[in-house]
C-alpha cells in the first residue's frame, strides 16, 4: 500500500523504478529531481521520420535493465530548448507517454538526451510529479523493484 500524506499525495524517495508501458519498458531507474522542471529518458541514438505527415521520434534506448535495450518509436510532441544543469542549452524532442510510478499511472512529457555516463538512465521532473506525489529526499526505492527486474540491476 502506498504512504499517503494527509493531503493525499503519494510519497517517493529520491530515486524510484517506473515504468513506461507506452515504451515498452517495464523497469527504468530514475532518478526523482524537483529541480528539473521536465523529465529526461537516455537514448543511446535517435531518429526522425514521417508517419501519415506527422513527425515522430526512433530511438534506441537501454534503460540500465539487463535485457532490456530495444528500439522505440513515437510521435513528435514538440521540440524545445532545454538548460542542463551544467548551463549548456540544447534542442531536445518531447514525447508524451505513460508513466507509473506506485501503482498510478498517468501521462507526462519526457524529452530524449544522451545521458550515457549518469547514474540513472531516467530522470523524473518536477511536472512528472505534480498533484500526485511528494519527495521525501531521505528516502529511495520506496515502492520496491518490480517483479521482472534482476537483483544485479
Given at each position: 500500500?502506498?504512504?499517503r500524506?494527509?493531503?493525499?499525495?503519494?510519497?517517493?524517495?529520491w530515486?524510484?523504478?517506473?515504468?513506461?508501458?507506452?515504451?515498452g519498458?517495464?523497469?527504468?531507474?530514475?532518478?526523482?529531481?524537483?529541480?528539473?522542471?521536465?523529465?529526461?529518458?537516455?537514448?543511446?541514438?535517435?531518429?526522425?521520420?514521417?508517419?501519415?505527415?506527422?513527425?515522430?521520434?526512433?530511438?534506441?534506448?537501454?534503460?540500465?535493465?539487463?535485457?532490456q535495450?530495444?528500439?522505440?518509436?513515437?510521435?513528435?510532441?514538440?521540440?524545445?530548448?532545454?538548460?542542463?544543469?551544467?548551463?549548456?542549452?540544447t534542442?531536445?524532442?518531447?514525447?508524451?507517454?505513460?508513466?507509473?510510478?506506485?501503482?498510478?499511472?498517468?501521462?507526462?512529457?519526457?524529452?530524449?538526451?544522451?545521458?550515457?555516463?549518469?547514474?540513472?538512465?531516467?530522470?523524473?521532473?518536477?511536472?512528472?510529479?505534480?498533484?500526485?506525489?511528494?519527495?521525501?529526499?531521505?528516502?529511495?526505492?520506496?515502492?520496491?523493484?518490480?517483479?521482472?527486474?534482476?537483483?544485479?540491476?
Amino acid at each position: 500500500m502506498s504512504e499517503r500524506l494527509p493531503n493525499a499525495r503519494i510519497v517517493v524517495g529520491w530515486r524510484e523504478w517506473v515504468a513506461l508501458p507506452g515504451l515498452g519498458l517495464d523497469a527504468v531507474k530514475a532518478k526523482v529531481d524537483t529541480g528539473a522542471r521536465t523529465s529526461t529518458l537516455h537514448v543511446d541514438r535517435q531518429w526522425r521520420f514521417f508517419e501519415q505527415g506527422a513527425p515522430w521520434a526512433g530511438f534506441l534506448l537501454s534503460p540500465g535493465v539487463a535485457g532490456q535495450a530495444r528500439e522505440a518509436v513515437a510521435p513528435i510532441l514538440d521540440e524545445r530548448e532545454v538548460t542542463d544543469s551544467g548551463g549548456r542549452t540544447t534542442r531536445r524532442v518531447f514525447l508524451r507517454t505513460s508513466l507509473v510510478l506506485a501503482g498510478i499511472e498517468r501521462e507526462v512529457e519526457i524529452n530524449l538526451s544522451d545521458r550515457a555516463g549518469m547514474l540513472f538512465p531516467m530522470l523524473m521532473g518536477r511536472t512528472s510529479l505534480a498533484r500526485v506525489f511528494t519527495v521525501d529526499p531521505a528516502r529511495s526505492f520506496v515502492h520496491g523493484r518490480p517483479p521482472d527486474v534482476l537483483p544485479s540491476s
